[in-house]
């Protein structure tokens, strides 16, 4: 398809709502409120139930008619009463939608009235907090929206232990805070090596157990899991706070050391090699302390690997899609082990996303040129696929459409996943990860060009035909 | 069961809900009850209604038409969530599985849509020169109030095709409303039957018997559902001129008007249309349904009845008696496998509901919870008659009251759809795809094979048996090969853990009192 202006034809991103739900299942016994028409709920649960495998609630005011016209306060109070009455959450998260930013309820002043009401207070100990954030569906997308909760996450924490706590008492925890939802998987292997180096810590936020929650004998309303809310109170507290994302901006991060002084360094998400060792670098260097001996293995049984496989990787083709940081990290990783990804999308808008990524280009392979889009549809990268004609697609799974027509193959990582099983298990986050995203996609690539498993190609194996890299930089031009 | 589910306790209810929420859910106590269900409203704020909203509902109808261009004037939300989430099968182009949007942001809010909505449209006809463009309007341009109707029929006199609006602001009812504005944009797509004009220019009338002809409405083409029941009435001689929606075009669809009869399955979405094309057209209708033998079978009957022809009658009771024939082995020997099972209903629709009951009871299963999330009163009363004493029947339930309710009416299957399975499994209980997300073919005889399969599948998987005991207590495990025999027989944890009491009087359940009722609940409408 030619240019288009005006109509998105496959969308590559999802609305603000949805990140929002994202973060705030991340914590503790909190439930999430829409306050918006019955459908958001409904699709945003559907959408993660897909993914996710688990069941997902979320309320909904579930704006009629009226409360568009007259406004939704009624709706949103009662919408409150009812989770209380139903779910006894400890948190509640009320993102907006469309219709409630458009109608202009004033959310913060409603929830206001509300705790009057119904008398409840400001102790986080005892006290059900609420905690609102505008996330129409209209500005940006899913990413800003997980963003943007976790910064009001970690501001009503704060301020609600109020201006008497100036000094700060020194927890000696490290913050850890991601800029993009990584997989259950992901949480939990990230958790481990804290575990293992630094035992105090704070993630943020841990959708661990609340989105890959084991069977039980009871069925617990709201799952159980997430970031204590001790532990966000506990946040301003820190030594110091590492951010995982580097193209977006970590705002909550950013307010603690804005407000708090507690000091902020975001390492790219660690997927791949150097970018794992950035993690761990950071992570000593805060903490003080050698990398253990568990991780000096599984980085060399890395190495070994990326030896194994160089020669079944170089020059392999390849387009990779999803959201920013999550694109930025795969492709560091595609460059080193001798990929080459000549396309490079996003589906949200972002300056710094092209930036970013020229710049890991001229660091480790400056010779390549890859074409780097952000804002993207499924048509567009459709387009941009025919292209550059790669030979496998790293993405989440509604490229599968556009591997299918092209027949080549898919590696699944991101979100939504829901066309196979083990979304919420799916790891690439430190070395291991980095070893099993390595053999994910060299065993995609055996599995099309072996010719045991694939049809007897006319041509040659794929890494071996490749035009070369010049000839290729050449057509895209 | 109980041990699983700690504080869910019985208070004043059947089960323990909002206040608001008990008018709606009832049980049925005694033989012949009608039981007043409170139904047809708004969904409780805070509640965690199953329910989507007016868009859905729309779209839902709408979206099996393949060659349309689907565009949803709104941000992108609302077109990414239901980018080809529904298997609705095509026979030709699949324009409809890709998801267009006018993606609105904040400035389009500010200023309005209507530019950027017409600019939009002239673009996609420009790139696909599709046949038929339906905007669906969502909650923000119900609020800033833009005249899409204005901007559709501008843009179809420019490109001389239908842009339909499809008037589904989210806010604006619920999803039943969304079927009534998916039927609205339906009407003006069926135009007038040629033969009217024909008659006036050509007096010369054909002396050969026209073949009958039909229209299914509320048939999705879920998985191919339609391609296992078009060949039964063309076997009986009886052309379907169109299904709507599934697998149907423009052009298919605008030949609708032509029929001598509409079958209607999905009533709730449906019944409008057919109503209004009874009105417009004098094409009356009859509600069926295609799935499980006994309603294939009144299905075929019924069609065959209305037109009246021995030829038809004959040949109908023939694709009846081979299909059975063919289809009985494998449905009795499922039937021995799964009798006596209890299973729980939730559904979109009711009419799906409804056959559902008698599917069941062609497997000796026996429904324990039968629920709905756009059933009316009539629905309701109807499948009041249906249930057995004892079936809890609930409108637009919630997860809780599912968990609930499924633990206390010791179910052993859910049929449902996703948001419902992962509450089954938690519990332990098995499940059924019946929505349209599923893939595999439920209708016609072959279908009800792969339902009675799946059903099989699903209930009699050891995977049950395994995740009986959730916690490893090595103490239990210790006591020697006695402890393997008793799991590996899996009796004693049966015991343990699920209570069958099957009253033996509902295990011999009539088929055709169901049906009976069945029929009679429609003749009273």
């Known amino acids: 398809m030619t240019k288009r202006s005006y109509t998105t034809v496959n969308p590559c991103i999802m609305c603000q709502p949805m990140g929002s739900a994202l973060a705030f299942k991340g914590i503790e016994s909190t439930m999430v409120l829409y306050h918006g028409s019955q459908g958001c709920s409904t699709y945003m649960r559907l959408h993660l139930a897909h993914h996710f495998r688990e069941p ?88 800003s929206g997980y963003i943007k909760t976790l910064e009001a996450v970690v501001r009503k924490f704060a301020e609600k232990q109020g201006k008497d706590r100036a000094i700060k008492i020194p927890n000696g925890k490290i913050n850890l805070i991601t800029v993009e939802s990584l997989s259950p998987a992901d949480v939990r292997e990230i958790k481990e090596i804290l575990e293992v180096i630094a035992e105090i810590y704070i993630f943020l936020p841990d959708i661990s157990e609340t989105f890959d929650a ?6 617990p309303k709201i799952a159980p899991g997430g970031t204590l809310l001790t532990e966000i109170e506990d946040m301003p507290n820190s030594l110091a706070s590492l951010g995982l994302g580097i193209v977006s901006k970590n705002l909550a991060l950013e307010f603690l050391e804005g407000n708090y002084s507690v000091p902020g360094h975001s390492v790219p998400i660690p997927i791949g090699l150097s970018n794992t060792d950035n993690f761990f670098t950071e992570l000593v260097s805060i903490l003080n302390c050698p990398i253990p001996e568990k991780y000096q293995k599984e980085r060399g049984r890395l190495l070994d690997a990326m030896v194994d496989v160089h020669k079944y990787l170089y020059g392999v083709k390849a387009a990779v899609y999803g959201d920013p940081d999550m694109v930025f990290s795969l492709t560091t990783f595609m460059l080193e082990i001798g990929m080459y990804p000549v396309l ?7 300056r710094d996303f092209g930036m970013k990524i020229r710049q890991i280009f001229k660091e480790i392979r400056p010779e390549l040129e890859p074409v780097v889009l952000d804002g993207i549809d499924f048509d567009s990268l459709n387009d941009a696929v025919s292209d550059c ?89 | ?50 329910r989507a909203c007016v868009y859905s509902g729309a779209r839902v109808v709408l979206n099996p038409i393949t060659d349309a261009i689907h565009l949803v004037h709104g941000p992108i939300g609302c077109a990414g969530y239901t980018w080809d989430i529904r298997g609705a099968k095509s026979s030709g182009v699949e324009t409809n599985r890709s998801s267009f949007s006018t993606d609105m942001k904040e400035l389009d809010v500010i200023f309005g849509g209507e530019n950027k909505l017409s600019n939009a449209i002239d673009e996609l006809v420009g790139l696909y020169t599709p046949p038929i463009i339906l905007v669906y309007s969502t909650c923000i341009v119900g609020v800033i109030g833009d005249d899409i109707e204005a901007v559709c029929k501008i843009a179809s006199m420019k490109h001389n095709i239908p842009v339909i609006p499809v008037k589904s602001e989210g806010f ?192 000796g299963m026996d429904v324990v919870i039968i629920g709905t999330q756009t059933g009316q009163k009539e629905d309701y009363e109807q499948i009041s008659y249906s249930v057995r004493n004892g079936t809890v029947i609930v409108d637009d339930a919630n997860p809780l ?84 025999k008793g799991k590996i027989s899996g009796e004693p944890h049966a015991k343990e853990y699920k209570i069958m009491d099957v009253e033996p009087e509902l295990l011999s359940l009539n088929i055709d009192v169901a049906a009976e009722n069945q029929i009679s609940g429609e003749a009273s409408r």
């Not at chain 1, 066309?419 to 053999?439: C, H, K, P, W």
């Not at chain 2, 909002?18 to 047809?40: H, M, S, T, V, W």
């Not at chain 2, 948001?419 to 595999?440: M, P, S, T, W």
């Open chain 1, 56 to 143: 997902v609630d979320i309320a909904s005011s579930s704006l009629s008619e009226k409360g568009a016209v007259y406004g939704g306060r009624e709706n949103l109070k009662k919408g409150l009463r009812n989770v209380i009455n139903r779910y006894q959450p400890k948190v509640i998260g009320v993102a907006t939608t469309c219709l409630a930013e458009t109608i202009g309820d004033d959310v913060p002043a409603i929830i206001r009235e509300f705790k009057e009401e119904e008398e409840i207070g400001d102790d986080p100990k005892k006290d059900l907090i609420i905690i609102p954030v505008s996330t129409p569906s209209y500005g940006e997308s899913h990413v």
């Open chain 2, 172 to 363: 604006k009812g619920n999803k039943s409303d969304g079927y009534k504005a998916a039927c609205d944009a339906l009407k003006q797509l069926i135009t007038r039957p040629p033969k009217e004009n024909a008659a006036e220019n050509k007096p010369e009338i054909s002396n050969e018997i026209m073949k009958p002809r039909i229209n299914i409405l509320g048939d999705f083409n879920v998985a191919g559902d339609v391609w296992l029941i078009k060949p039964l009435f063309e076997q009986m001689g009886i052309e379907v001129i169109v299904s709507l929606t599934g697998d149907s075009t423009v052009k298919s669809i605008s030949r609708a008007s032509e029929a001598d009869l509409n079958l209607v399955q999905c009533s709730g979405s449906m019944t409008y249309l057919a109503k209004w094309m009874q009105k417009e057209y004098g094409i009356p209708y009859f509600t069926v349904s295609f799935f499980g033998i006994e309603d294939i079978s009144i299905a075929l009957r019924k069609t065959a009845e209305y037109f009246g022809s021995e030829d038809i009658k004959e040949k109908a009771e023939k694709i009846l008696k081979t299909e059975t024939n063919r289809i009985m082995p494998e449905i009795s020997r499922v039937r021995e496998r799964v009798k006596g099972k209890k299973a729980a209903i939730y559904m979109g629709g009711p009419a799906k509901a409804l056959t559902l009951i008698k599917g069941f009871s062609e497997l």
């Open chain 1, 389 to 477: 004609s790669p030979d496998i697609l790293i993405g989440n799974s509604n490229g599968r459409y556009i591997a299918k027509v092209r027949d080549i193959p898919l590696v699944r990582v991101g979100l939504p996943i829901h066309d196979r099983v083990g979304a919420q298990r799916i790891l690439t986050v430190g070395y291991r990860g980095a070893l099993e995203l390595l053999d994910r996609i060299t065993n995609a690539i055996l599995e099309a060009t072996d010719t045991f498993t694939s049809p007897v190609q006319a041509k040659p194996a794929t890494y071996t035909s490749k035009v070369t890299e010049e000839e290729c930089i050449e057509g895209i031009k």
């Open chain 1, 344 to 350: 490079v999308a996003t589906g949200s808008k972002s």
């Open chain 2, 401 to 484: 009251e599912l968990a609930e309710l499924l633990v206390k009416q010791k179910a052993d299957l859910m049929v449902a759809g996703v948001k419902e399975r992962f509450i089954a499994y938690k519990l332990g209980v098995a499940f059924c795809d019946f929505n349209h997300d599923r893939v595999v073919k439920f209708e016609g005889f072959d279908g009800f094979v792969n339902f009675a399969r799946e059903v099989d599948a699903s209930i009699n998987s050891p995977v049950w048996k395994s995740i009986r005991q959730r916690v490893l207590k090595p103490e239990t495990m210790s006591s020697g090969k006695e402890a393997v």
């Open chain 2, 1 to 50: 069961m109980q041990r699983v589910v700690k504080d869910m306790t019985e208070k004043t209810g059947i089960v323990d809900t909002l206040e608001e929420r008990q008018p709606y859910i009832a049980r049925k106590q005694e033989k012949g009850q009608i039981i007043p269900l409170a139904c047809d409203n708004n969904s409780l704020a805070g509640a965690i209604s199953q």
């Open chain 1, 214 to 219: 084991p069977l039980r004998d009871d069925f």
